[in-house]
């Protein structure tokens, strides 16, 4: 019996130096609209999002994906995740001296930068080299503000770590390859700022255009090549 138990006591050992690793599949919500999209009169993709992003992915947007992307007829957008940016908001001038920034005018959204991220062929399962990330940065466009404020230099982050599984398109599938990418979009702005010196007096108010990331789109594309 005391041989026994010294054999368990061994294996528990042994199991608890034993390394777990674990891995977070870039995976597809269960809760998908699909869309059949009409992309000309001989062109119709077939998109996948998931419901609690529909309203973040406008159609027409679908629509700039696939024709930026050059999609065929029959190929697949899928949907993965939306991430917002958030804006800090304009700041009493309590403590002095300080610079007050608001913004405005919001212009309708764009797509900025477009990123890929890997592609994996039919059947398989693959992990990235090195993590991805990319940043994307306010900027002015016109006018020099008294100071960078919080307001003027938002910035959103899209990420993918070396643990995430990509999967490609299934075996019995028509499409040989999926190929993962990340859309940045933006919008522009007026902004004003009004600087108060050391004795809360109103010293000045500048202005001019800038523009910041709004948010972003993780996506894949099923296709044949």
């Known amino acids: 019996m005391k041989k026994y138990i010294s054999w368990v006591l061994v294996l528990v050992l042994v199991l608890m130096m034993i390394p777990v690793t674990t891995t977070d599949a870039l995976a597809v919500s269960n809760d998908l609209i699909e869309i059949d999209l009409v992309i000309t009169d001989d062109t119709t993709i077939l998109v996948f999002v998931p ?34 940016t958030e804006i800090p908001e ?25 990123y890929f991220v890997i592609s994996v062929a ?31 230099k938002a910035t959103i982050t899209a990420e993918h770590s070396i643990t995430q599984q990509f999967v490609g398109p299934p075996e019995n599938g028509i499409h040989n390859t999926r190929e993962f990418r990340v859309q940045f979009y933006a919008h522009n702005f007026n902004w004003t700022q009004e600087h108060y010196n050391m004795y809360g007096i109103h010293v000045g108010t500048r202005s001019g255009t800038g523009h910041e990331p709004t948010r972003w789109a993780s996506y894949s594309i099923d296709r044949t090549i």
């Open 51 to 84: 419901s609690e992003y529909q309203s973040l992915i406008s159609e027409q947007e679908m629509i700039d994906i696939a024709i930026r992307d050059g999609l065929q007829d029959g190929e697949i957008i899928t949907f993965y995740e939306v991430g917002e």
């Open 122 to 152: 039919k059947g398989q399962t693959t992990t990235l080299i090195s993590k991805f990330t990319q940043t994307l940065i306010a900027g002015i466009t016109a006018g020099t503000p008294y100071s960078i404020t919080a307001e003027l």
């Open 90 to 114: 304009s700041i009493s001038p309590f403590s002095l001296p300080t610079f007050v920034t608001t913004r405005s005018n919001f212009s309708s959204e764009w797509a900025a930068q477009n």
